[in-house]
């Protein structure tokens, strides 16, 4: 088999180009890159992992919300606009209920917000708004 010495030049002009690396600037690059993804990865993990622990608590805080938001509705009250705070117990645990009736426009009808807690006077995990209207009678 001979060799030109055109096929030459290809073939050392192959290996030149082939044996070529990284340079520290593109190497600098991709590993930054691959910080900022794996960091925002990270902390999306971290975010649904809260959201995952947290969620039986928020759906027991809103069944404690709603009973006690149609049990207003089934009595067929009709409560004067103010606040209460109470508790309830469900699931083993103490809820501490907050509820607020307030007048609306239409003078049949009576807006009822209920907010459950785990603690007294802490943020509230749900709010659960609804309305009364007046009883007929």
């Known amino acids: 088999m001979t060799i ?3 096929s030459a030049r290809l073939i050392a002009a192959h290996k030149r180009g082939s044996s070529r690396g990284f340079t520290l600037l593109e190497v600098v690059t991709a590993l930054a890159l691959l910080a900022f993804s794996l960091a925002a990865l990270w902390k ?3 975010q649904s992992t809260q959201v995952a622990q947290g969620l039986p608590a928020r759906i027991v805080a809103r069944w404690v919300a709603q009973n006690h938001l149609v049990m207003r509705q089934a009595r067929e009250e009709w409560p004067a606009p ?3 705070r109470g508790t309830e117990k469900m ?5 501490y209920w907050t509820e607020r009736v307030e007048q609306t426009d239409e ?8 907010e459950v807690a785990t603690a007294a006077r802490s943020n509230p995990l749900v709010s659960v708004e609804g309305y009364l209207a007046r009883p007929r009678r």
């Not at 699931?91 to 809820?95: E, I, K, P, R, V």
């Open 91 to 95: 699931n083993g645990q103490t809820w």
């Open 82 to 84: 103010r606040t209460l």
């Open 4 to 6: 030109t010495v055109e």
């Open 44 to 46: 999306g993990l971290e």
């Open 107 to 114: 003078a049949m009808m009576r807006r009822m917000t209920v």
